[in-house]
């Protein structure tokens, strides 16, 4: 039996999911959330193979609740599931340190397949595509978008971050406290536009940053 | 006494000799008597002149009327007023008794070389017999009015000499006289005071306009305002208070007049040449730089010189003048003169220019907040739609499809399972279309693949006459290098105009997707297909397969009179 975890905000969709996946005989809903906060804290004492979290909710981001999770118990497999694009999913996923995404559509994307893939251990994540926004991050201040703004320290931490690394194991590598890891991620969050924030406070920090 | 006098006189012993010294004493008392009367007629002619120039507030009818007071009092042929310029040379020349017709022949007007010019560095009256025989006499060019008699005297303003009045051929060959000297002279003192009288009230006429300018954009700040509404009214007020010629408005380009590299762009120009907005002068090396840099006005004699300007201007001239809000540099107010035209640029209105221009940067910087409030309103509009978009409409529908399929497994009659599919197929192309509106109302960023992608497929609506329906499956923007980027895109605009050209297709579908570690690309349209299209839709199959090629990859073309799929796909 494979154990999966699901935290989305739309119980419609959690629902949906649950019947899906249950009907498939090999695999079972150990626990449901439509909360960040409360997933965070019931998904290390449930324990599931797999944990299926949506990108965005209303109480924090799934990346955030990925990286909290896995510093804790990196045996958990984490897969990001959004209703955005490939490419934004893509690196909410390697951000979260999630073993892959999965779109919100019916047909096209197999979300019993991931499951069992990643459950077996698997990456669904290219390493060629992760080597590509690796070295995007690595490029630094040439790129001309978001990457430019960040710190070096905030870069340094975003590449940890690619590579694969929890929480736990960054600050220890980078001498700092966990809490203190976090809270770059957070900010690096925010900065590379993954949480959840209007487009027009990215607009207006831009404008203000020109004059 | 009488008594006296009637025995006196009989008794002289030389009665006629006295009476002819009487008689000629008598002729010189007479003829002084005459002198005064003309003396009095003179001084109150000289009276009569100085109220009359005095009466106008005008500078260069004061300065005309000048001259004929001049002429009258001294009796002279020709008369001319001769303005001094910054560079001791003579900028204006008011003449008198020449003709029009005279006045063309001879062409230029004097410098203030040869004795003119003796005036000039040496502020006293002069008067000679002969101007042509002083050595100083520089010769009068063709068709010049021969003038032998000359008087000159100097202007002043206080201690500073505004310029001279020359007359020359005394009225029937004579010479001019002491007394014309002084006539004249006294005649200057009072041209002194009417031109400072003139120019003052000049001054503060232009003084009260500018501030009126200035009030009006305040007033104009007020309201709503237009960016280019606003720089037009700028340009237009600056050169009709400073009675100029052209006006222009350049503002700085995003790196900031404040960096070098930087550029300029004309956004309004008023009296200029017609296709001057628009233009664009390059910062460095240019008058601009210190403008720019220091944000301080600055006085070019020729504008045209003043930067590379992309097309030659005829100006000279101009006051440029920065437009700085709060220590940045927006741009520049361009204020420029007709060539050998004389601005009238002294220090009070240059402070003017300066503080009018400095209204004008608030209602610039006011009207690019209001612009900047708009455009924050209008993209948090459009987040907020995409966000309800997202987190309602594509979730509710996806949620509905999960449970359409559930519902296919509990059916157990194929034809309703089909249906189902159909629908939850529908419902997956609805999310595809949702997650691209979200896409575009976001205003993704620029230079990704996937806006390119987008970009070229509006394009080609156009000439294809309808909108091609488009899916981008994958990480495009992450996983392409740049290389099977170019080839893709060229590619699709070339499978893309082929279909506009030859297919008469109703409808073309364009799949872009990374598929095991593959970027592949097909367009499918309805239309005849290649055979029955002329030679020349095969024109482009080569170059796909090439960029196919270079890149280790396959381009196949599948035609049939139903339509024709161009498949075309590289390793990543």
């Not at chain 1, 949906?16 to 005989?25: A, D, S, T, W």
Request: a negative charge.
């Amino acid at each position: 039996m494979i154990r999966v975890y699901l935290l989305d905000d739309h119980e419609v969709v959690r629902f949906g999911l649950r019947e899906m996946l249950e009907r498939e005989g090999d695999i079972e809903v150990v626990g449901e959330s439509g909360s960040a906060v409360d997933a965070t804290h019931r998904i290390p004492a449930l324990r599931p193979d797999v944990a299926v979290l949506d990108g965005r909710l209303p109480d924090g981001s799934g990346i955030d609740v990925c990286r909290d999770v896995r510093s804790v118990d990196p045996s958990i497999k984490a897969l990001i599931l959004t209703s955005y694009d490939d490419d934004e999913a893509l690196f909410a996923a390697i951000m979260a340190g999630a073993s892959g995404y999965v779109l919100k559509q019916i047909h096209g994307t197999d979300l019993v397949d991931a499951i069992r893939r990643v459950a077996a251990g698997q990456s669904l994540l290219d390493p060629a595509v992760t080597a590509r926004v690796l070295d995007r991050i690595r490029k630094g201040p040439e790129q001309p978008d978001e990457l430019k703004d960040l710190t070096e320290q905030e870069r340094k931490i975003l590449l940890l971050v690619a590579e694969g690394l929890t929480n736990r194991e960054i600050a220890e590598r980078m001498f700092l406290a966990e809490k203190t890891v976090k809270n770059y991620v957070s900010s690096l969050l925010a900065k590379l536009g993954l949480e959840r924030r209007t487009q027009a406070a990215v607009l207006a920090s831009r404008l203000l940053n020109k004059r | 006494m009488t008594d006296d006098q009637a025995d006196w006189q009989p008794s002289l012993p030389l009665p006629s000799l006295s009476r002819v010294d009487l008689d000629a004493l008598l002729q010189e008392l007479l003829a002084r008597v005459g002198a005064v009367m003309t003396s009095r007629e003179r001084l109150r002619a000289l009276l009569d002149a100085v109220v009359g120039i005095g009466s106008d507030l005008d500078l260069h009818s004061t300065l005309e009327r000048i001259v004929q007071a001049a002429c009258r009092l001294a009796d002279a042929r020709y008369g001319a007023l001769g303005v001094i310029g910054p560079d001791r040379m003579l900028i204006e020349f008011i003449n008198h008794g020449v003709t029009a017709q005279e006045r063309a022949d001879i062409g230029d007007l004097p410098r203030g070389h040869g004795v003119l010019g003796l005036l000039i560095e040496e502020p006293r009256p002069i008067r000679l017999h002969d101007i042509t025989q002083h050595p100083r006499a520089y010769g009068f060019p063709p068709n010049h009015p021969p003038m032998h008699s000359f008087l000159g005297v100097p202007v002043r303003i206080r201690d500073q000499v505004f310029g001279n009045l020359y007359l020359a051929e005394k009225s029937g060959g004579e010479q001019f006289t002491q007394d014309d000297e002084d006539l004249v002279s006294a005649l200057s003192v009072a041209a002194g005071a009417a031109i400072d009288n003139a120019r003052l009230y000049a001054q503060a006429e232009r003084r009260q306009r500018w501030l009126m300018a200035a009030a009006e954009i305040t007033s104009v700040l007020l309201g709503e305002v237009r960016r280019t509404e606003a720089l037009e009214f700028v340009a237009t007020r600056a050169r009709d208070v400073a009675g100029a010629d052209l006006a222009m408005v350049l503002l700085a380009d995003e790196t900031g007049g404040n960096t070098s590299g930087g550029r300029l762009t004309v956004e309004v120009s008023v009296g200029g040449p017609g296709d001057a907005a628009g233009w664009s002068v390059a910062v460095d090396g240019s008058e601009f730089t210190e403008v720019l840099g220091r944000q301080q006005l600055s006085v070019v004699t020729d504008l045209a010189t003043a930067a590379d300007w992309p097309a030659p201007l005829s100006t000279g001239t101009a006051l440029l003048v920065p437009l700085a809000v709060g220590g940045v540099a927006l741009g520049v107010l361009v204020v420029a003169y007709r060539k050998d035209s004389v601005p009238i640029a002294e220090g009070l209105e240059l402070a003017m220019v300066e503080t009018f221009a400095g209204q004008a940067a608030l209602a610039l910087e006011r009207a690019r907040a209001q612009d900047e409030r708009e455009m924050l309103a209008v993209v948090g509009d459009r987040e907020r739609i995409a966000r309800d978009l997202h987190d309602v409409v594509i979730q509710r529908l996806f949620a509905a499809g999960m449970q359409l399929q559930g519902a296919t497994r509990l059916s157990g009659q194929p034809d309703v399972q089909t249906r189902i599919e159909r629908v939850v197929n529908d419902l997956d192309t609805t999310i595809r279309d949702i997650r691209g509106a979200i896409f575009e109302l976001r205003g993704p960023a620029q230079h990704s693949f996937r806006t390119e992608i987008r970009d070229l497929v509006d394009e080609a609506r156009e000439p294809l006459g309808f909108r091609p329906a488009l899916r981008i499956d994958g990480p495009v923007d992450t996983a392409v290098p740049d290389a099977q980027r170019t080839a893709l895109l060229a590619v699709l605009r070339e499978a893309l105009s082929n279909v506009a050209k030859h297919a008469q297709a109703g409808a073309v579908t364009i799949t872009v997707a990374i598929v095991q570690g593959r970027l592949s690309l097909a367009v499918r349209d309805d239309g005849r297909g290649i055979a029955a299209a002329a030679g020349p839709s095969g024109q482009g199959l080569p170059n796909m397969r090439a960029r196919a090629v270079d890149l280790d990859g396959v381009c196949t073309v599948e035609s049939s009179t139903a339509g024709t799929v161009v498949s075309w796909n590289v390793p990543l």
